[in-house]
């Protein structure tokens, strides 16, 4: 099982960045695939939430109206669209797979919004 996220880097406030989380080892159409993240000296949290046919997503406070997730289940892929990016985004974005026995993570990719 590999989860392999890409996308992270630094941007400037206000920027924009796109996220993919590409999937293996496993049937990605029977899992809810999440993204979460972790900043320095905080615990890990949710950042966006869809479920296996993508009819249904859910978003966490912070990023709502700002952070759009989507899936192609083809191509075994989730992706994150962070737009109207600030500082308090910066962390590292975490990649997970949840099915009805089992709960996968992918390494992380840092995100970096500073000027």
């Known amino acids: 099982v590999q989860l392999v996220e890409s996308g992270g880097g630094l941007v400037q406030p206000g920027g924009s960045l796109r996220l993919s989380c590409a999937a293996s080892?496993?049937?990605?159409?029977?899992?809810?695939m999440s993204w979460y993240r972790q900043a320095p000296g905080q615990e890990r949290e949710l950042v966006a939430a869809?479920?296996?046919?993508?009819?249904?997503?859910n978003y966490g406070d912070s990023v709502k109206g700002r952070f759009t997730i989507s899936r192609d289940n083809v191509k075994n892929t989730v992706y994150l669209q962070m737009n109207s990016l600030i500082p308090e985004d910066t962390a590292v974005y975490f990649c997970?797979?949840?099915?009805?026995?089992?709960?996968?993570w992918g390494q992380g990719t840092q995100v970096t919004v500073s000027s």
């Open positions: 869809i479920t296996s046919g993508g009819g249904t997503t």
């Open positions: 997970q797979a949840l099915g009805w026995y089992s709960n996968y």
């Open positions: 080892g496993f049937t990605f159409s029977r899992y809810t």
